[in-house]
């Protein structure tokens, strides 16, 4: 081949981008020769094609059905919270009655570290709290009578504790003075 001045034109070469353009499009044909091929053999293309459909809308419901069980699982836990928000703002009901209003100062009052196990009997009758027993200290029956008395749904206390050198509050009437 020659030019405008009738000389002889030098072949070019192919830049690398070239080369590669040209290599990525034969392998491009050749996979979409062999899908088409894979997909629209007579034998077995339809079980193929319905195979893929199936596949495919499988691999679109399942972010969205993943996705739905997130969103839910976050308005339980947001509702959860609400509700703890609501049920800490609102009154305390009282107890339905004397032995859950027992149970409550128990587990209020006696089960902190403050104040532990002790020995004291707790009887309640229309929301009054009776607390008997033994202690050492004079101060502990202090607190613990101001713990009982803020426990919600107490309307009274009555307090018969008392320490190992004195007598119980509800026995010093009845007995008889010594001569």
């Known amino acids: 081949m020659r030019n405008r001045f009738g000389r ?4 070019r070469r192919p830049t690398a981008q070239q080369t590669v353009f040209v290599v990525v499009a034969a392998v491009l044909g050749g996979l979409v020769g062999a899908v088409a091929e894979y997909l629209l053999d007579p034998a077995r293309g339809h079980a193929r094609r319905a195979g893929l459909r199936e596949r495919s809308a499988a691999a679109v419901r ?13 308005v339980a836990h ?47 009758v229309d929301g009054v709290v009776t607390l008997r027993g033994q202690l050492d200290d004079r101060d502990a029956i202090r607190d613990i009578e101001a713990a009982v008395g803020r426990v919600a749904g107490v309307r009274g206390v009555e307090n018969l504790l008392h320490t190992p050198d004195t007598a119980a509050p509800n026995v010093v009437g009845l ?5």
């Open 78 to 124: 947001l509702r959860g919270r609400a509700r703890r928000v609501g049920h800490r703002l609102s009154a305390s009901h009282p107890p339905a009655d004397d032995r859950t209003l027992v149970d409550r100062v128990r587990s209020e009052v006696f089960d902190r570290r403050h104040f532990g196990r002790r020995s004291v009997n707790i009887d309640a």
């Open 8 to 11: 002889r034109r030098r072949a």
């Open 175 to 179: 007995q008889r003075p010594e001569r």
């Open 62 to 74: 399942r972010p969205v059905k993943r996705a739905r069980r997130t969103a839910t699982r976050n």
